[in-house]
T-cell receptor, first 114, second 115 residues
Framework: DAGVTQSPTHLIKTRGQHVTLRCSPISGHKSVSWYQQVLGQGPQFIFQYYEKEERGRGNFPDRFSARQFPNYSSELNVNALLLGDSALYLC?????????????FGPGTRLLVL | AQKVTQAQTEISVVEKEDVTLDCVYETRDTTYYLFWYKQPPSGELVFLIRRNSFDEQNEISGRYSWNFQKSTSSFNFTITASQVVDSAVYFCALNYGGSQGNLIFGKGTKLSVKP
């Protein structure tokens, strides 16, 4: 079975631009979570979506938004990019939204903001 | 507050040595879940193990073993007879009953295994 897929793998943007990252969960998984990982740190939670509704949000500004589609894939949008948004963005999927579920991660999208 | 501490930033060993990666967690919840993930240079987080707070049984999987002790709030990970392919960053993570479903990660331990 295919794992979590993310696109694109790498992205270079300039300050002030907008970016859209995409994620397809493991087949049968209905929950998608987004994490930001800056160099040398552990991933930080951004959003969780389940059944197309936002179920959780981390401590990130409103420039960050996301949505989930009927096929459970998801997009993460970041507006007005800052240099500090440069990071690895990880998507994870799980069967449901419950904490007991294991989250399986995709390969990530490396975003560089110049 | 919920928190995960991995005090070892970097560890370097020679192949075939045993190595233990430490993880200490903080949570007020009585129901919680602990995880270990491996992150090779490619960047993808690979799931290794999940442990429930009410199951203190230690686990062994091949060269990997995990020691969960609620009394010390620790969930340590040991690699026996390390190999070069074990070189990666290892993350301990916590999810708890009252969370929004998100994982709380430690800062990770970078393990380098030299031939």
């Amino acid at each position: 079975d295919a794992g979590v897929t993310q696109s694109p793998t790498h992205l270079i943007k300039t300050r002030g631009q907008h970016v859209t990252l995409r994620c397809s969960p493991i087949s049968g998984h209905k929950s998608v979570s987004w994490y930001q990982q800056v160099l040398g740190q552990g991933p930080q939670f951004i959003f969780q979506y389940y059944e197309k509704e936002e179920r959780g949000r981390g401590n990130f500004p409103d420039r960050f938004s996301a949505r989930q589609f009927p096929n459970y894939s998801s997009e993460l949008n970041v507006n007005a990019l800052l240099l500090g948004d440069s990071a690895l963005y990880l998507c994870a999927s799980s069967p449901s939204r419950y904490p007991r579920e294991t989250q399986y991660f995709g390969p990530g999208t490396r975003l560089l903001v110049l | 507050a919920q928190k995960v501490t991995q005090a070892q930033t970097e560890i370097s060993v020679v192949e075939k040595e045993d190595v233990t990666l430490d993880c200490v967690y903080e949570t007020r919840d009585t129901t919680y879940y602990l995880f270990w993930y491996k992150q090779p240079p490619s960047g993808e987080l690979v799931f290794l193990i999940r442990r429930n707070s009410f199951d203190e049984q230690n686990e062994i999987s091949g060269r990997y073993s995990w020691n969960f002790q609620k009394s010390t709030s620790s969930f340590n990970f040991t690699i026996t007879a390390s190999q070069v392919v074990d070189s990666a960053v290892y993350f301990c993570a916590l999810n708890y009953g009252g969370s929004q479903g998100n994982l709380i990660f430690g800062k990770g331990t970078k393990l380098s295994v030299k031939p």
